[in-house]
């Protein structure tokens, strides 16, 4: 699969009106390491967002109703690419249980801001949204840890590392799947480069 294929995949994907299926997610965990996946779904939804920021002082229900989908899709592309495998029923109802309904509640403050926001401004500030897509993958591969597990919060040390992300680190470790995660935590969001790791034996 080359860049080009994979980037019309997961821009399908994002706007596909149902979450991605079994069969696009194994086709994708086939041909790719699943941090490359992470990676990629994560520049693609950023790029989809800006441009669909266009849509917003036009249409803002119908930019809503866009965005809440690329959200819901990059939040269950992010966990099945975490945990290698396609997503089951109960694993998409956690998803839509959690993260999805707290990103929900985000986009709906943000629709309520929407007049007078410049196309810039909402480009920049829709972006954000994809760190909620790398803390899921992180989440995600946690499931499953053996009992008594501990995670480290790894913050990346430098001058535009944030506060919040240098915080979890000292404030670690945590049990797998509880804390704070990159991308969430983080001032920068999506671009946080920061990462959990579980610790060793």
Not at 41 to 46: K, V, Y
Not at 115 to 133: D, F, I, K, N
Not at 171 to 185: L, Q
């Amino acid at each position: 699969m080359t860049d080009t294929e994979l980037r019309t995949i997961l821009w399908r994907l994002l706007y596909s009106k149902r979450p991605p299926g079994a069969r696009r997610i194994n086709l994708l965990l086939a041909g790719r390491r699943s941090r490359t996946l992470r990676e990629a779904i994560q520049n693609t939804f950023e790029e989809y967002v800006r441009r669909l920021a266009r849509l917003a002082a036009a249409e803002p229900d119908e930019w809503l109703e866009r965005m809440d989908r690329a959200v819901r899709n990059q939040l269950v592309a992010q966990h099945a690419f975490g945990i290698r495998r396609k997503p089951l029923p109960s694993e998409m109802l956690g998803i839509a249980n959690g993260p999805l309904s707290a990103q929900r509640r985000f986009l709906s403050r943000f629709r309520t801001d929407l007049p007078g926001m410049s196309e810039a401004a909402v480009a920049q500030r829709s972006a954000l949204y994809s760190g909620a897509g790398r803390a899921e993958w992180f989440r995600a591969r946690e499931l499953g840890a053996p009992d008594g597990s501990l995670v480290d919060y790894v913050a990346v040390d430098d001058n535009v590392t944030c506060h919040p992300c240098f915080g979890a680190e000292e404030n670690g470790p945590y049990k797998p799947g509880e804390g704070p995660f990159p991308g969430e935590v983080c001032l920068g969001r999506g671009s946080c480069r920061c990462r959990r790791e579980p610790r060793a034996a």
